[in-house]
């Protein structure tokens, strides 16, 4: 391989030092730092090792062997910053963290090659590699406490404020937590991101969280090279722009002694106040942005060698020469060998296997073990009188037949009983008991630990979430309107979705996100607060959508999605009809037919609902309507006037919208051999499209037909009854398929 300008420069500025006198190893590398010489000499061959696997990488890539990668050359003074830390300590990274996990690896009693390999191998997409296998390159490790980051553009930092929030959490609560009790979070990003809405979010609710008096560990890194792609950050835009909350630290990342001293005195600032801060460290980006990345194309040639002036790896070469702990020859000679010796790592890495099926590549997203969730949703508080008192004073299987609202509140008063590390949080949910009053009482029975408000902005209340659940809890956030959801929809697929992907399910964010949805309010107008679109949800590869309708259904339903949470780490959305909370009626007024008692424990296994499990109303043999949400009472209004009539219909509520039931649909459809789709969401990416698509692909020959809402936002009052699916246009479809 031709050495391009960053070798080049390497070679020919070690070549030129001037040795310094010896000096002991184990003193100050030089006058006023920390560094003794034997740590500088150690992070000078993580930050090698981070150099030549880059160099490794456009190697691989010229032999067709390497795949596209984001280096790290010119950050690797980030080694100091893993150094400044402990092996127990979250970390998530910024992508230019080379020297920064091989740091971590060696620091936790691994031999040098083995964080090397852990890299090559990702880089040649084996499947050997320790955490994505084959299926990204990232940096992450279960036994290092790395958490691997896909973002680019920074989504992982409110995830990062959650995880420093949940290692306090779980130990106030006492419960068993992933990370020891004095562990902080350390969280590293490029100076671009810090401009990206997520970043600011985490950003501003660490210092949120600060300002309250809440213990919030993390260490935020933000690696500062001056150029987003190629696109120039201002000078100093970090260090004017940064928090004011936030205790401010600023290192050289081009002086390994700085980065050094700055990051140990950063980490114990925030180990020892609990409190929150950001680490400004200048660096520089040399080798271009990523891949086949043509500096020359968006920067000047006085530029590029700026940067390479200020090279770290030759200003580490340079503190050792002078402090007479090694010579150039000695330095360019293990160069040399280090880099032969990687690229023969590169090329057997290389011929390891690789993920060459569907179901292989797969396999992390959504693991199911239906017998393991059915035994969890039947875990209950056996202190019979423990329980009476969080349901103040009265079990709720002696209420009487309970609203949806009131049938999901006592679920979570039961879940929260039973099960210590469960958090309901969200914007509201607390004193107010949530928009809709479905959280009501919870706080007042389990204590603010455990019930608490947010502050308003849902990428904050989803990242709490995700590091609560990787952190060990059981996270339960509400996101107050289905729309509100999209606010900060990449949170779910960006972040929660990928997690177990790219990690092989050795990382999981086990959570139950509940959202107040769909459409249907009488009076309500705008796409916020009346909205019923789902579509973004069902595109998430693993992710579990529930739609109950019914009150027994939330109860059984949310029991499932908690236990599913916990025992495969699945992340699942709970969308809760808005329109339905407090209905009681089903045909006639005060006929209390959409009321239901809640099951006692006892009878939670014989009641368990199974996820991807439909329910079926009647037994009519001319039509089957195939609904959910709203859907559901409109149709079973619909089925029976028809039935009235002579027709024989049966009704068929999917409940789960992904995975969908298919195997009940099928069922349901081939009784009949006539399907009417009663879809409240919209004509276009609706639900009603999947569900042809599935009755086609299963070889229903028989009659399809759907009634939808209309490709249109929700307007204000009576308005919306113009778009919104109805009662008349399901009968009148019904009819029409019928005759």
Known sequence: MVRDIVETHFAEAVAALSPGAPRDAGLPVREGTGLTGARCRELFEFQLGSRLLDVTARWLREQGQGFYTIGSAGHEGNAAIAA??????????????????????????????????DVLLGLTAATEEPIAGGRHKVFGHPDLAVIPQTSTIASHLPRAVGVAFAIERARQLGVPGAWPDDAITVCSFGDASINHASALSGLNTAAYGSH?????????????????????????????????????????????????????????????????????????????????????????????????????????????????????????????????????????????????????????????????????????????????????????????????????????????????????????????????????????????????????????????????????????PEIQYLAYLHNALDQIRGEAATLPFFSQGAFRNPMVVRVASYAYQKGFGGHFHNDNSIAALRDIPGLVVASPARPDDAASMLRTCLAAARTDGSVCIFLEPIALYNTRDLFEDDDKGWLSPYVPPARWAETHIPIGRARSYGDGRDLTIVTFGNGLRMSLRTAVRLTAEGFSCRVLDLRWLSPLPVEDLMRAADLTGKVLIADETRRTGGVSETIIAELLDGGFTGKIARVTSSDSFIPLGEAAKHVLLSEDAIEAAARKLLS
């Open 212 to 476: 309250q008096g809440l213990a919030l560990p993390i260490l935020f890194v933000c690696e500062d090279n001056g150029l987003g792609i190629s696109v120039r950050t201002p000078q100093g835009w970090v260090e004017g722009a940064h928090h004011p909350l936030l205790r401010y630290f600023a290192a050289d990342g081009c002086d390994l002694a700085d980065v050094h001293d700055v990051a140990r005195s950063a980490a114990e600032h925030v180990r020892t106040h609990r409190a929150p801060a950001l680490l400004h460290v200048n660096t520089v980006r040399l080798m271009g942005h990523a891949g086949s990345d043509v500096e020359l194309s968006y920067r000047t040639k006085r530029e590029i060698n700026g940067d390479l002036e200020r090279d770290p790896l030759v200003a580490t070469a340079r503190l050792l020469v002078e402090a007479g702990l090694t010579t150039p020859d000695e330095l360019l000679l293990h160069y040399d060998t280090t880099r032969e010796h990687l690229f023969k790592m590169a090329m057997e890495s290389s011929r390891r296997p690789r993920l060459i099926s569907a179901a292989d590549i797969m396999e992390p997203l959504a693991p199911r073990t239906p017998e393991a969730v059915a035994s969890a949703s039947t875990v209950f508080s056996e202190d019979t009188e423990a329980r009476i008192k969080a349901f103040g004073g009265k079990l709720p299987e002696q209420e009487g037949p309970l609203t949806l609202s009131q049938a999901i509140n006592r679920t979570l008063t039961d879940a929260l009983a039973a099960h210590p590390d469960v958090l309901v949080f969200g914007e509201d949910v607390a004193r107010k008991g949530g928009v809709y009053g479905v959280t009501r009482g919870l706080q007042k029975r389990f204590g603010l630990g455990r019930v608490f408000d947010t502050h308003l902005d849902e990428q904050a209340v989803l990242g709490l979430a995700l590091g609560s659940g990787v952190s060990g809890l059981l996270p339960v």
């Open 84 to 117: 400044a830390l402990r092996t127990t300590d979250p970390a998530l990274l910024h992508y230019r963290s080379g020297a920064f996990y091989l740091t971590r690896s060696a620091m936790a009693g691994r031999l040098p090659e083995e964080g090397l390999r």
